[in-house]
């Protein structure tokens, strides 16, 4: 009989069954949408500012966001399909140790990008104290730990209470944001001017790079979502959402940009004196977003260990997440610039990310769309996607090259591309040479791995094999 631990760990880890799923398209795209709900993206055209012209920011933000949109599509197509967590999914390509890629990648993704959204959250606040209350900047180190905590305790509510925040939160503060950028445009006066600086120091590709690797890290969450659509057919709802947002904050801060000189809604309806509104978006945001930012790299602690034969539970897996997303936030406050770190982050995860996906994907069209779901579930070293070891050295090797090629391949159109390009390359070519092998050569049971399997087991499994 299984203890309490057990079946809560099972219960997080198992097959989603027909009677939860009951979502469709619009859900999806608002799931995953509420994730750009967010300051940072409403800041992000704050990276390309007086570093490309106005215009140039325009079409490359939204090309890079359009562009974007195939990775939730297919991560919720991916989730729909198996109604296994993404990092569980990931076992096919990864193997059953190996599997640990995906998730670290999740987790240094979901803590930087909280560190990220807390920071500027917490400058926010800290700013509105300040002009209220004259309260010195000195208590910003309070109010980041003040504001972590909030978002920290609202991870442990899990996906019931996201989806219900998201059905009826997120629209309306989409609504306000809306509204106050009206607003403030109206204070400032409906003009648009193509801003060019005397001289560029980024790239179109670059910018197009940047803007499209926020939407990398969307694979996984969206799949892990896209579990709860009734069929796979309505996951191009994950890319809708994003898209659409991420493209109207990148045109709401080049028009600040060209009124006013700055890209920051926030900080100029405080100019407007609209104290109330802007920090209700300040503190909404971060009860909105960051609840996901701490869900997802919790869960996917929770399956890393568990394919080590280690089980967490999800809650004290967030707490983890969250000390440490607290302490990293902390640092970059204290030793560096919010931008150059939001630059430098989206710019290394989102290579991460390309390349990561790349394997994944790669390896699901492979094998035709299926998979063995029992071997999946299973943890042993009986599953045919243990491998060697535990590890799938193609798609380890694949991920490294392709890793490196995308961070350090600048001045490309899209330099992530080129990552995601090359580990797909390398990853075919390792496939089809080893099923060469398996098919000439080798006589290893496990090499079935490789094989086109069918799909196996019912909505009733659960992580070991267990009904």
């Known amino acids: ?61 939204i090309l890079g966001s359009v562009a974007g949109g195939i990775f939730p599509w297919i991560g919720g197509y991916i989730g729909a399909k198996y109604s296994l967590p993404n990092t569980l999914l990931s076992r096919g390509a990864w193997g059953t140790k190996g599997a640990v890629v995906s998730s670290l990648t999740t987790i240094m993704a979901g803590i930087g990008w909280y560190a990220a959204h807390l920071l500027l959250t917490a400058l926010v606040i800290i700013g509105i104290l300040e002009t209220i209350l004259h309260v010195s900047t000195s208590y910003t180190i309070l109010v980041i730990i003040a504001a972590g905590l909030l978002s920290l305790g609202l991870g442990f509510a899990g996906i019931n209470y996201i989806s219900k925040m998201v059905k009826y939160f997120v629209p309306i503060l989409l609504g306000i944001i809306i509204v106050m950028f009206v607003i403030a445009m109206q204070d400032v006066g409906w003009t648009y001017h193509n801003v060019a600086p005397l001289h560029s120091t980024l790239s179109f590709g670059e910018v197009v790079s940047v803007s499209f690797s926020v939407f990398v890290m969307s694979f996984i969450f969206s799949g892990d979502y896209g579990r709860y659509l009734k069929n796979k057919n309505q996951s191009f709802g994950g890319a809708i959402g994003p898209i659409v947002i991420q493209s109207f904050f990148i045109i709401v801060g080049v028009m600040m940009y060209s009124a006013t000189g700055s890209v920051d809604l926030v900080t100029q309806l405080i100019r407007m004196h609209l104290i109330i509104e802007a920090g209700f978006i300040a503190v909404a945001v971060t009860v909105v977003t960051n609840v996901t930012n701490m869900y997802v790299p919790g869960l996917a602690l929770t399956t890393a260990l568990h394919g080590y034969g280690k089980d967490i539970h999800r809650h004290l897996a967030t707490i983890l997440m969250g000390i440490i997303g607290l302490i990293l936030t902390v640092f970059i406050y204290t030793h560096l610039t919010y931008f150059g770190f939001l630059f430098d982050f989206l710019t290394l995860v989102g290579a991460i990310f390309a390349s990561a996906n790349a394997v994944v994907i790669t390896d699901f069209f492979l094998r035709h769309q299926k998979y063995n779901i029992k071997g999946l579930l299973d943890n042993s070293k009986s599953s045919i996607y243990f491998y060697k070891g535990g590890y799938n050295i193609i798609a380890i090797i694949a991920f490294i090259i392709g890793s490196f090629v995308g961070y350090f391949s600048p001045g490309r159109f899209i330099p992530l591309f080129d990552g995601f390009i090359v580990s797909s390359a390398i990853y075919i070519l390792g496939y089809l040479a080893f099923n060469y092998l398996r098919t000439n050569i080798l006589s290893d049971a496990k090499s079935e791995a490789f094989v086109e399997t069918s799909v196996v087991g019912n909505e009733n499994t659960k992580v070991g094999g267990m009904k």
């Open 1 to 61: 009989m299984k203890s309490n631990r057990e079946s809560s760990m099972s219960a997080e880890l198992e097959v989603v069954g027909p009677d939860k799923k009951v979502h469709g398209a619009a859900w999806h795209s608002m799931m995953v949408g509420n994730v750009w709900v967010s300051l940072p993206v409403l800041t992000l055209a704050g990276l390309w500012a007086g570093k490309i012209s106005t215009n140039l920011i325009l079409i490359a933000g």
